[in-house]
């Protein structure tokens, strides 16, 4: 077991579906072709949009319609609130989450700062081993909505974020105060001056910070929405 087994949180895939647009019949006996709705105009309406092919999956679609919003309007905080989550949904390197980061980064000064975006912000932190930032914006986040679920993933919640801070913690070394972020979500029977408590799942540990890794790694596995 190592630090570098929390060097990024994992996303559970979202089931995909189908966005269908239903025709609409005009009514009229005259063979007159359907009106189909219209498309978004607004930056808002492109990000309502964008976060309905988040919701189905379809992460390509969502980004496009988010940087469309932000064409638009390039100082609307939710549209780049929609681009960092759906950055940070495609991310699979260090510097993918650091992009997502800029524009989660770029929401905040743009006046959204609401728990869903700290909470974004600080899971893209913690991919490119930005601890420390990433265990201020979920305590920020945390302290902001201490019931939080991702609307558009309500699988990320609170105890995720207590994942963040537990792992942040850890990964700079400040194990007693991982320990108690994780007591937040489950009680580890891990005691700091009790060497024969160092157990987690039966694996037996000669040190205390092996044994909290490995219980936060039970965690993460466990519960990691």
């Keep these: 077991m190592n630090i570098t087994s929390f060097k990024k949180l994992i996303f559970l895939a979202l089931p995909v579906f189908l966005l269908a647009l239903t025709a609409c ?27 309905e092919f988040f919701e189905s999956g379809d992460f390509d679609l969502a980004l496009a319609d988010f940087i469309d919003a932000l064409s ?5 905080g939710p549209a780049y609130a929609g681009r960092g989550w759906t950055q940070l949904q495609q991310a699979a390197t260090a ?4 992009t997502a980061k800029s524009s989660f980064d770029l929401a ?16 893209a932190n913690f991919g490119f081993s930005a ?10 986040a945390l302290t902001a909505d201490n019931n939080f679920s991702f609307t558009h993933r309500p699988s990320f919640n609170g105890i995720d974020l207590n994942l963040l801070v537990a792992g ?4 700079q070394s400040e194990f007693n105060a991982a320990l108690d972020a994780a ?3 489950a009680d580890s029977g891990l005691d700091p001056v009790n060497p024969s408590s160092w157990s987690v799942q039966g694996t037996v540990y000669t040190n205390f910070e092996a044994a909290v890794l490995a219980y936060l790694q039970y965690l993460f596995d466990t519960y990691a929405g």
């Design 25 to 51: 019949s005009s009514g009229d006996s005259d063979g007159d072709d359907p009106i189909l709705p219209s498309g978004p105009d607004t930056a808002a309406e492109y990000t309502t949009r964008g976060w």
């Design 72 to 76: 638009l309007n390039n100082s609307y």
């Design 95 to 98: 510097s993918a989450m650091q």
């Design 108 to 123: 905040v000064s743009n006046g959204s700062s609401e728990a869903y975006v700290l909470a974004g912000r600080s899971s």
């Design 131 to 140: 601890f420390s930032a990433s265990v201020t914006d979920a305590q920020a």
């Design 168 to 171: 942040g913690y850890a990964g």
């Design 183 to 185: 007591h937040e979500i």
